[in-house]
């Protein structure tokens, strides 16, 4: 499966701390793409970022993009209980598709 | 409100049973997925389409089909489905690309069962 790898696959803080998510992926891409899935729901489109760009804000979300190490990260800061769910990248790295990671799962302990 | 509606929610057949999961969208998306998700296995594309008519194969076409007769339904269909492909379906949509990818919104998932 083509994925993109992600980590950590688990993350536990305390509600008030930041989390950090990390995405890498293989070859060049147009954009990469953060979503958030509450357990067993659909998919919330989190952020987009471009090739071109090397950072972007969305209220307490940051999002990196080093094409240079093809990674990404994802920082929350002042986590909420409510922040807790799955979080996936998505890179358009192969054509027509969308490929998604495995996924970080993150528990905000309140 | 703009959305993409799965039916039905939850789902538990028998195995060869034909079934269809139906997948609409109100958002004039030309583009489409089915993915299926599994535990430890992540997101897996089944099917998309990029526009009325164009369907392709993503990763896991085995066993599925698809059709897109109109512009706003994307149905997936389990012609003999079977124990492994129990799992949560998702169907997905978004804007054609222009360079790279636009957001996709999801559906709510179909939760399936094949005993």
């Known amino acids: 499966s083509q994925q993109g790898e992600e980590d950590p696959q688990a993350l536990s803080i305390q509600e008030g701390e930041n989390a950090t998510m990390n995405c890498s992926y293989k070859?060049?891409?147009?954009?990469l793409q953060w979503y958030r899935q509450n357990s067993g729901r659909g998919l919330v489109h989190l952020i987009l970022i471009r090739s071109n760009e090397r950072e972007k804000h969305s209220g307490r979300l940051r999002v990196t993009l080093d094409t240079s190490k093809k990674s990404s990260s994802l920082l929350i800061t002042a986590s909420r209980a409510a922040d807790t769910a799955s979080y996936f990248c998505?890179?358009?790295?192969?054509?027509?598709?969308?490929?998604f990671g495995a996924g970080t799962i993150l528990r905000v302990k309140s | 409100e703009a959305q993409v509606t799965q039916n039905p929610r939850y789902l538990i057949t028998v195995t060869g049973k034909k079934l269809t999961v139906t997948c609409s969208q109100n958002?004039?998306?030309?583009?489409m997925s089915w993915y299926r998700q599994d535990p430890g296995l992540g997101l897996r594309q089944i099917y998309y389409?990029?526009?009325?008519?164009?369907?392709d194969k993503g990763d896991v076409p085995e066993g599925y089909k698809v059709s897109r007769k109109e512009k706003r339904n994307f149905p997936l269909i389990l012609e003999s489905p079977s124990p492994n492909q129990t799992s949560l379906y998702f169907c997905a949509s978004s804007l054609s690309q222009g360079q790279g990818w636009s957001p996709l919104h999801f559906g709510n998932g179909t939760r399936l069962t094949v005993t």
């Open positions: 070859t060049s891409i147009n954009n």
């Open positions: 958002m004039n998306h030309e583009y």
């Open positions: 389409s990029m526009n009325v008519e164009v369907t």
């Open positions: 998505a890179t358009d790295e192969y054509g027509n598709k969308l490929v």
